[in-house]
């Protein structure tokens, strides 16, 4: 993969001026973008970067993290709050995803749009109120583990650490989530399965895989 140097404001309006010339797969009026990667790689920055990109052209942007969909923390610590494997498979609340973002926006669909869910730190539900996004908007969507589900983001971007960087960048009490980032690399590949493949071992000198159109 040939990744070329590039500045994250020059990322996002590249990603923007892609997006906005792309047609939603299934034919409906929304268009889904998915920013994958470890809470190291600080996707919802460029997620919010590019937030600000569409809106500039035009375009009403909803963005989501799946922060806001995590579990009830007595499912997310049935084995401890340091397992891996729980992490990677039952920490966050996919099911939901699909109900609350996923589906409204399918062709002929809702358009109404749960922004988040469970709050961790109160652990209890958000009651957060729907929002109505408009034909033409665009839910930006980011958090780890994204691609291993089969989302149906119109565009996909993989932010990519190398695994020594993703161990000096990931704060000391994350150090655990370590096996699971490395269990998602073995088992979904996420760089194949990308649209675009972002690398941000520098956090200040990312690299991409530019894509055909860019």
Do not use: N, Q
């Not at 958000?126 to 691609?147: A, I, M």
């Not at 149906?152 to 370590?178: K, M, N």
């Amino acid at each position: 993969m040939r990744l070329e140097p590039i500045t994250w404001d020059r990322l996002a309006e590249a990603l923007t001026v892609r997006a906005d010339a792309l047609k939603p797969a299934d034919g409906g009026p929304w268009l889904r973008i998915g920013v994958d990667g470890a809470p190291a790689a600080r996707t919802g920055e460029l997620a919010e970067r590019l937030a600000v990109a569409l809106r500039g052209r035009g375009r009403s942007v909803l963005t989501i993290s799946t922060s806001g969909f995590l579990r009830p923390a007595s499912l997310r610590y049935e084995y401890g709050k340091e397992d891996p494997d729980s992490y990677f498979d039952g920490w966050f609340d996919t099911g939901a995803l699909w109900r609350e973002v996923f589906t409204p926006l399918e062709a002929g669909g809702s358009g109404r749009v749960l922004p988040d869910l469970w709050d961790p730190v109160r652990d209890r539900a958000t009651r957060s109120p729907y929002h109505l996004l408009p034909e033409g908007g665009v839910v930006v969507v980011d958090g780890p583990f994204l691609l291993g589900h089969w989302f149906p983001f119109d565009l996909s971007v993989h932010v990519r650490l190398s695994p020594g960087a993703l161990r000096r960048r990931t704060e000391e009490s994350g150090l655990w989530t370590l096996p699971a980032f490395a269990r998602y690399e073995e088992e979904v590949t996420p760089a194949d399965r990308a649209d675009v493949v972002v690398r941000a071992d520098d956090p200040l000198h990312p690299a991409w895989s530019r894509p055909e159109g860019c």
